[in-house]
């Protein structure tokens, strides 16, 4: 089964500063047939479900702020909140679909400091 | 606009069975894979199983394997998941997931295993 490994479990923030989080994979999540790193990034707000915010590693989903970026390849990514907004305040999940089990990390909370 | 819609959560006893629904709309249903993705009480997320697009090919997480049963009715536009032999530790909320990055949720259906 490929792990994933999130860090920090949780970061305070303050308003317009960044937020980074880390998620590593315990495998290669980068395809050679297609040359695609199989790692997206959800968000996920008290009481509601899990939403897309990036795929292919890098990729924004439609409608998502430009505030949110994905970067990384092979086993090492990183979600950053370029200036954190009040909206944000979430955990967050990164998620192989490499292969399956398919798997998440274990989630990063993030607060407003 | 893609909706995912569950239903069929609810109380039971150790040992029980559900199954749980969800009907999917705005998207051509049998042009994707789809999953179940479940999440315990205060807890990260979790999936469960996937179905191919014509529902020949499934996937289980260990724990449920030989409890749980996915499948699907393209003509309905229906994902499925057969839960028997259910524990305490299968408590959690239970969504329907679009894959392949999930992109699309549902609000989730709460599965309660308890005496």
């Known amino acids: 089964d490929i792990v994933m490994t999130q860090s920090p479990d949780s970061l305070a923030v303050s308003l317009g500063e960044r937020a980074t989080i880390n998620c590593k994979s315990s495998?290669?999540?980068?395809?050679?047939?297609?040359?695609?790193?199989?790692l997206a990034w959800l968000q996920q707000k008290p009481g509601q479900p899990p939403k897309l915010l990036i795929y292919?590693?890098?990729t924004r989903e439609s409608g998502v702020p430009d505030r949110f970026s994905g970067s990384g390849s092979g086993t090492d990514f990183t979600l950053t909140i370029s200036s954190l907004q009040a909206e944000d305040v979430a955990v967050y999940y990164c998620?192989?679909?490499?292969?399956?089990?398919?798997?998440f990390g274990g989630g990063t909370k993030v607060e407003i400091k | 606009e893609v909706q995912l819609v569950e239903s069929g959560g609810g109380l039971v006893q150790p040992g029980g069975s559900l199954r749980l629904s969800c009907a999917a709309s705005?998207?051509?249903?049998?042009?994707?894979?789809m999953s179940w993705v479940r999440q315990a009480p205060g807890k990260g997320l979790e999936w469960v199983a996937n179905?191919?697009?014509?529902?020949?090919?499934?996937s289980y997480v260990d724990s449920v394997k030989g409890r749980f049963t996915i499948s699907r009715d393209n003509a309905k536009n229906s994902l499925f998941l057969q839960m028997n032999s259910l524990r305490a530790e299968d408590t959690a909320v239970y969504y329907c997931?679009?894959?392949?990055?999930?992109?699309?949720w549902g609000q989730g259906t709460l599965v309660t295993v308890s005496s």
């Open positions: 997931a679009r894959q392949y990055y999930f992109d699309h």
């Open positions: 705005g998207f051509t249903f049998s042009n994707h894979w």
């Open positions: 179905i191919n697009r014509d529902g020949s090919e499934e």
């Open positions: 495998q290669s999540l980068l395809s050679n047939s297609d040359n695609k790193n199989y």
């Open positions: 292919w590693a890098s």
């Open positions: 998620h192989q679909h490499y292969g399956t089990p398919l798997t």
